[in-house]
Every structure is written in structure tokens, then in C-alpha cells.
């Protein structure tokens, strides 16, 4: 398996095979000794070297983050080979989703179809918990599409609206 | 004593007194909301029954209801747990109408602390210092003016049914004190439907310390030392710990033995706390008395080896104080974090789902309350505090180490919480060292995080980019466990348990 792995802008090609059940890694072409045990679902224990390591994957929406110990990552991982990769990444540059953080209701509309957004305008306000949180939008743009009304109950991750 | 109670709770507190029931060989009885079926402490129960929908005021707050399903269970008495009924008279005179033991104080002394100007009239006429300004509501603005030229400012108007920072103003110059009293007023008219006002001198960043109290229906009453709670956010605490750091064994004999005032002043039963605000040079005034358990009881428990619930329970039963003032002893330090289902990278916002992921941390000097587990999808409906994480050690020292330790051992994947905060706290020279008071936790976060939400270290993202690459070659093989990860020992894994289903299914039709 080789995969294109971005981190925070920065990318790296992953190699991964497992001959007779052990793992071989080379990571940007560098050969890389590797042991893995998966301790329990989405927990892997890990030994590059001799040092140990405790990963964590976790789903989060549509997103997966990695955490070593108590830090944090958010790669991307793309199969060149893989034909949903390659349409995921054209989506990019279309139109963005404005999608919930959080299990809630919709409280308020701020914007209607049509409107001009700029980048970072609260378009729709979630309410969780008694607090009330505005969901911006990732772009300057028109919204082209409200997909939720006022006092709908929406989940993480729901798109809420289109902007173009 | 009692042969079973309802807890009129729900989260960790329903769990504790729970478990305090069980180890007093009680049978405990849960009331549940539509959306809490599958709450922990419904799993934890002897009993448990649905009380309505998600809204508080139509189950946990329906006085009716939880008197109903005391009656069809046959609870001899109710733990309120706190919040939620846990400070309302009403609830309190209906339980002993209705012949059914209220885990707490009288309707009577509930009544007299729980309004902030009644308790500082109770104040005034016994003795004890409260911070300079009104002990009744304010009648006019010109009194208003009045009052604070004579204390001077800055100066704060506060609700006398306030909490939680609903009606509080702080006032630094004359020229704002007309507005302030208006919205303050209106405020406290909408949150608790009484715009009764009152002022006070501002202590500008004090400490926040509360004194624990107890007293048996014998007129025996005790204090077990302090806590330190000056660590807040929008008025709500954060991190407790016991002892406090700046409080020495004088200091906390004057304390107690004011907070011991103040309860038998109040004719005050069972468990309470006596609030306190301290000024730099370490003079306290009386703030307020919660009539209930408090969330952060157990750093008390534990540097006292008393269990607070067991004795609540025993007081209510009737028992007497099983020690005297001289047997309570302070011993060691703990550390209380309130764990939050809040998104740090969205300024705290509340953030309720499902737990796809739980560790949880362990090892000496833990203590872990949880009303959490893996699988839970945490409502949207109700406060989000889903934790405590307690730590205790010999000394402050001890008690931090073993803390920042069991936060890093502590995982909880699916939403998002605060712990990452804690690690920040712990972490802070002016916390190391108690340089503390309410204003700290809002200086910190003005601060700049050094910790970026997403990280950048070069050895962590190549090992993230290692396991990245694994877990997409697993899939969904990485559902199994115990194994070497292995997209073949999974496999062989999967077929090992189908034979044992083989096997069980054999056995069932012979």
C-alpha cells in the first residue's frame, strides 16, 4: 500500500506492506522499523525503534484525527490508485459545506439564499447545552443553498448550507 | 435505617450517591428523562423509572412527578443530588409532607440562606463579616449612589436570588451606576423572577475559599476544612483543590468556627458549604451558604478520609456526628478538574455527542467520578459537566504530578472536551506556585496557547503519519483488539469468533 499523507501542509508518501504478518514501512523513501499491536479498537500500540508509542484514532464526523499521546493531528490521507480520493479533492475547490460542530437545534437563519457572505460571517446559529454557537462560513461567496429551517434538530455533521 | 432512596439526580452525582447506597447495602432508585434511558446511572440502579421529556422543568424539576415515583417505589427518602431540586424549599417541604426523609437541610434554614440579603440580615445580627454594602434590596437609585460613595469603588450589584453570574454588575465609576442597576435589575427579573437588587463593595480578583460544613439534628455541628475555588470561568468553577494554599491552620480554626456560626445561626441540618471571598491581605467575608452537597465534595473527602454522602445519609437517618471537631484532621492535598464535554477550539462551546473512545486514567491517588462511558451519546439537553478527575498526593506537589500524569492518560474520543485546559493550568508558573484568584483562568486564556490546537512536532507527526497509513490499511479490521495488527491476524481473529458462535449454537440445540 503506498499513500500521499498530508499534515498541516506538509506531505509524505507512505509505503506499508506486511510480508508474513510484519510490517515494513518506508516513509518519503526512508526505510523505518516498525512494530504495531492494535491494544483495543482504535487504540495502537506502537514501536518505532524501541520507542512506544499509544495512538488514537478518532472519528469526529466525516474527519479522522490522530493523537499521540495528548497531541493532536488531522492528516489527510489519500490512495493514488483510489478514484474517491481524487473526486474529494476536486470538492475542495467548489462549493464549501457550512456543516454542525455539534448535536443541536437550529435556532436562527441569518442569512437567506442568495445572500452575499463574506469569509467568517455566522450564517446559521446551533443550539446545544443552552448556549447558542454560529456556524461561519469557511468562504466569501453567495449562499447558494439553506438546508435546514429554523428549530430543526440537526447531528454532527449535517450540512447546513452551500456556499459558492 | 433507610431501606432505599431515590436519587432526584441524574450524570456523575446520581452515580455517587448511588454507589454510596450500595456500600450502605440501600437499594437505590433512579428517575430518568426520555433522553438519559441509557444514562449511566440508570445502569447503575436497583430500580429505575422514566419521570418525562428532556426539558428539566417536565422531569427533573416536576417536584409531582419525583414524589410519584417515590410513592410507587417505596423510597424511604430522596438525595437530591445538587442543582436541579437540590436547593428548593418547596421541594424540601413537600418531601416531609408527603412522609418521605429529604436528604438535606430544613425547608426552614433553606429559606433563610437562600436569598443572599435575607442571609446577610442572618449575618448582621450574629456577628459575621460580610462584604461592606446592603444587606436588603435597594430601594432607589439615590440609596444606590449613596451606598457606594460611603464603600467606594469599584462596586458590585448582585440579585439576592442570583447564581451563576445572572444579575451581577461591576460598577467602576458613578456615572455608570444608573445603567448597571437598570440591566442588573431586569436581568434578575427574567432569570429568577425577582428583581430584587443589592450592592456591594467589589473586591477586585479575590480568592474564592468555601468552608464544609456539618451538622447532625442534635445540634452537633463540625467544619472539615477548606476549599479553594478561585479558579472560575463566567462564574462557574473550574478546578477545586483542599487545602487551600494560603491558608494556614490559624486561619482555617477562625473560618471554620465562623462557618459553624453561620450554620447554627441558620438552624442548618446535614451537609452545607459557607462561601467566602479573601482580599490580598487575607481578610474574609461571609459571601453566601449553599444549602447542598457540592460538586467539588470529594477533595474534602479525601484529606479528610470522611465520606460526605455516607454521613449525609446517616445524619438524615437521624444519627449523631460519629466525631467531634478534634477528630477532623487535614491530611495531604487534592485536585478536583470539572471535565466538560466543551470544544477548547470554539471558545468552550458545549459539545454533546457520542463517545466512540474512552481511556481512563487510574494508578495511585486517583479518583475518577464519571457519568460517562464508551458508547454514550451525551445529551444536548443538560449541563455539560460529564466528570470529575480527582487527584490527591502528600502534598500540592504530589497531588499536581499524579494529575498531569492521569490527564495524559485520560482519552475521550467522539466529542470534545476540556481536559487539554487542565494540562494548560497545571502546567502554569502562577498556578505551581498558587499565585491564584479569580481572575486567573481569564488572563490565562488571554494569553496566546504555545500549544497549537493541531501540532507540529516532527518526531509526533511522523509517528501520526505512520499510524494514519495503518489505520487506513486496517479499516474496518481495526474493530478487532488484542492482536497483532495485522490485516491477516484480524482476519483469522474474525473466523476464531465465528467458531466459538459455531460451538455455542451446537450446545444450544443438544
Request: charge should be neutral; hydrophobic fraction near 40%.
Amino acid at each position: 500500500m503506498t499513500y500521499e499523507i498530508s499534515i498541516q501542509g506538509k506531505n509524505y508518501r507512505l509505503e506499508l506492506s506486511q510480508p508474513e504478518g510484519r510490517w515494513s514501512c518506508r516513509l518519503n523513501g526512508r526505510e523505518i522499523e516498525v512494530d504495531a499491536v492494535l491494544a483495543r479498537p482504535n487504540v495502537l500500540s506502537l514501536r518505532i525503534g524501541n520507542k512506544a508509542y499509544e495512538v488514537k484514532c478518532e472519528h469526529v464526523a466525516s474527519d479522522v484525527h490522530i493523537w499521540v499521546g495528548s497531541q493532536r493531528f488531522a492528516p489527510e490521507v489519500r490512495d493514488p490508485r483510489s478514484l474517491r480520493s481524487r473526486s474529494h479533492a476536486a470538492d475542495e475547490q467548489g462549493p464549501r459545506k457550512l456543516t454542525a460542530p455539534m448535536p443541536g437545534k437550529v435556532v436562527r437563519i441569518l442569512l437567506a439564499q442568495g445572500a452575499e457572505v463574506e469569509a467568517g460571517a455566522g450564517v446559521v446559529v446551533v443550539e446545544a447545552m443552552k448556549m447558542q454557537n454560529e456556524v461561519k462560513s469557511p468562504k466569501k461567496g453567495t449562499i447558494q443553498k439553506i438546508l435546514v429551517s429554523e428549530g430543526a434538530a440537526v447531528s454532527a455533521g449535517d450540512v447546513l448550507a452551500i456556499v459558492e | 435505617m433507610f431501606k432505599k432512596i431515590l436519587i432526584a439526580n441524574r450524570g456523575e452525582i446520581a452515580v455517587r450517591v448511588i454507589r454510596a447506597c450500595h456500600e450502605m447495602g440501600i437499594a437505590a432508585v433512579a428517575v430518568y428523562s426520555d433522553v438519559d434511558r441509557a444514562a449511566l446511572h440508570v445502569r447503575k440502579a436497583d430500580e429505575a423509572y422514566p419521570i418525562g421529556p428532556a426539558a428539566a422543568s417536565e422531569s427533573y424539576l416536576n417536584i409531582q412527578k419525583i414524589l410519584d415515583v417515590a410513592a410507587r417505589s417505596g423510597a424511604d427518602a430522596i438525595h437530591p443530588g445538587y442543582g436541579f431540586l437540590s436547593e428548593n424549599a418547596n421541594f424540601a417541604r413537600a418531601c416531609t409532607e408527603a412522609g418521605i426523609k429529604f436528604i438535606g437541610p430544613t425547608a426552614a434554614a433553606m429559606d433563610a440562606m437562600g436569598s443572599k440579603t435575607r442571609a446577610r440580615q442572618a449575618m448582621e445580627r450574629v456577628g459575621v463579616a460580610f462584604v461592606p454594602g446592603t444587606s436588603r434590596g435597594l430601594e432607589s437609585f439615590e440609596q444606590a449612589q449613596q451606598v457606594a460613595e460611603q464603600v467606594g469603588y469599584p462596586v458590585m450589584l448582585k440579585a439576592a436570588a442570583g447564581g451563576g453570574g445572572k444579575g451581577m454588575r461591576l460598577v467602576h465609576a458613578a456615572e455608570d451606576l444608573k445603567s448597571a442597576l437598570e440591566s442588573a435589575r431586569s436581568e434578575a427579573e427574567r432569570a429568577f423572577g425577582d428583581g430584587e437588587v443589592y450592592i456591594e463593595k467589589a473586591i477586585i480578583n479575590p480568592r474564592h475559599i468555601e468552608m464544609q460544613v456539618l451538622a447532625d439534628e442534635h445540634g452537633n455541628t463540625v467544619y472539615l476544612g477548606e476549599r479553594e475555588c478561585s479558579l472560575q470561568r463566567r462564574h462557574q468553577k473550574v478546578v477545586e483543590e483542599a487545602p487551600s494554599p494560603v491558608v494556614d491552620p490559624d486561619m482555617r480554626r477562625r473560618m471554620g468556627e465562623i462557618a459553624v456560626r453561620v450554620a447554627q445561626a441558620a438552624g442548618y441540618t446535614n451537609a452545607g458549604t459557607v462561601e467566602f471571598l479573601v482580599d490580598q491581605e487575607k481578610n474574609f467575608y461571609f459571601l453566601e451558604m449553599n444549602t447542598r452537597l457540592q460538586v467539588e465534595h470529594p477533595v474534602t473527602e479525601l484529606i479528610t478520609g470522611l465520606d460526605l454522602v455516607h454521613l449525609q445519609i446517616r445524619i438524615a437517618n437521624g444519627e449523631r456526628l460519629p466525631f467531634t471537631q478534634d477528630d477532623v484532621k487535614v491530611r495531604g492535598h487534592a485536585i478536583e478538574c470539572r471535565i466538560y464535554a466543551e470544544d477548547p477550539d470554539n471558545n468552550y462551546f458545549p459539545s454533546p455527542g457520542k463517545i466512540t473512545l474512552l481511556l481512563l486514567p487510574s494508578g495511585p491517588g486517583i479518583r475518577s467520578d464519571s457519568g460517562m462511558y464508551e458508547g454514550w451519546t451525551v445529551p444536548m439537553d443538560y449541563d455539560p459537566l460529564l466528570a470529575k478527575l480527582i487527584g490527591y498526593g502528600t502534598d500540592r506537589d504530589q497531588a499536581i504530578g499524579r494529575l498531569t500524569r492521569a490527564l495524559n492518560e485520560y482519552f475521550v474520543g467522539g466529542i470534545r472536551t476540556n481536559i487539554s485546559l487542565f494540562r494548560r493550568i497545571l502546567n502554569h508558573p502562577d498556578f505551581r506556585s498558587a499565585k491564584i484568584d479569580t481572575g486567573f483562568l481569564d488572563r490565562m486564556l488571554k494569553q496566546k496557547n504555545e500549544q497549537p490546537d493541531f501540532q507540529a512536532d516532527a518526531e509526533a507527526t511522523e509517528v501520526a503519519v505512520i499510524a494514519a497509513g495503518m489505520f487506513a490499511t486496517l479499516g474496518s479490521a481495526a474493530a478487532g483488539a488484542g492482536e497483532r495488527a495485522t490485516r491477516d491476524g484480524a482476519s483469522v481473529n474474525a473466523e476464531a469468533s465465528s467458531n466459538w458462535r459455531v460451538a455455542a449454537r451446537r450446545e444450544a440445540l443438544r
